[in-house]
């Protein structure tokens, strides 16, 4: 038998994806107008995110390489045989499917895709994503190509977000704040950050379940953070049962097809003492001036700087340990960090409309020291042509968070 080393399969009917027809296209015609500015025959995405911006498709990986190969008149998404016609059923173009039974069959699949007559001059690859052997193998096969580095034109044209893409994080913020309510519900001494944390996500899964009936569901995580665990903004969930006195750290991830949302919140349990509360209060401040600041044509290092220098005046500065917040869009811990619109004392970036950004100071006191944990607060806003539209509804402060 004669077994083949790619082929196709529609099995079923194409699924309900995230964005509409017209959201797809119009994507797809602003990455080939940069394609023609930059001289470009071919693509290569390669990234989870960028494949899934484009097409809709989140792949998983588990160590095999996935693509979505983008000509000047073709559009497909490469799969494994693993997955049969699921990428087909999730991908807003075609789909070629490589087997396993011989080596780099990956390969022969992008070639099926453009044909041999006339092999692309220039082609696209996202640096910041591909490994050093794909860049080797696909340089094999193209030996007369010239590589050309797209990941930062990419990352710029997730930085404008559509009015869909918008809907969709807002809807997640409105799941984040639903999270939180369910995970203060659930706070108590002798409670578990983990037993706590899967209250707030499955409150969140079943919402997005109601909000979006037709979604792939993965990947929406709960950080619940108590004592020394709320000094990393990114410290997993422990077993550690909470008492009286702990500082908290709320922080919920719904994922809606991709697309990432977050909720942080800094609590404490019954008391809070006076240093802690005199920490928090600092933080708080920040925040709120933070979120003033945050409007169109600012630049994301002017704003940055002069909540430095409000640190400085309340004497925490030094406790400060990361930017003040980043873009939104398709990402998660694992993939998709729009780091061109993060505000940081680096990113000359200015904001625009339709840009959406958090606004998130943290400030980590070490233990032995009076006030000691992580303080951090977290929301996220839409650019408007005048203003910012603040979308987390969910409370701040010693006022609210005084369990």
Sequence with gaps: MERPDFFTLKNGEKAKLPFSNKEYNQRLNKLRDSMDRNNLDMVILTSLHNVAYYTGFIY????????????????????????????????????????????????????????????????????????????????????????????????????????????????????????????????????????????????????????????????????????????????????????????LSLNTFPMISGYYTALERTLFLETVDDNSLKAWEANVKVHKRGLELIKPGVKCSDICNELNELFAELGYLQYRTFGYGHSFGVLSHFYGREAGLELREDIDTILEENMVVSMEPMILIPEGKSGAGGYREHDILVIGDKGAENISKFPFGPEHNII
């Design 60 to 247: 998983c990986s588990f160590g095999r390489p996935y693509a979505c190969i983008v000509t000047k008149n073709k559009i497909s998404t490469i799969s494994a045989n693993i997955d049969a016609s699921q990428p087909w059923r999730r991908s807003h173009c075609d789909n070629v499917i490589y087997t396993d039974w011989k080596r780099d069959n990956f390969l022969k699949a992008i070639v099926s895709i453009i044909g041999r007559d006339e092999p692309p001059k220039n082609i696209g690859l996202e640096n910041d994503h591909i490994t050093l052997d794909m860049k080797e193998k696909i340089g094999s096969i193209f030996n007369f190509s010239i590589f050309t580095d797209i990941s930062k034109d990419l990352m710029k044209l997730r930085m404008i977000k559509s009015k869909e893409e918008i809907e969709i994080i807002k809807n997640g913020a409105r799941i984040a704040d639903l999270g939180g309510e369910e995970i203060v519900k659930n706070i108590k001494a002798g409670a578990t950050e983990l037993e706590i944390a899967i209250a707030g996500r499955d409150r969140m899964e079943r919402e997005i379940a109601k909000t979006y009936p037709d979604a792939e569901y993965m990947d929406t995580w709960v950080w619940f953070q108590s004592g020394i665990n709320t000094d990393g903004a990114h410290n997993p969930k422990t077993n550690r049962k909470l008492v009286k006195g702990d500082i």
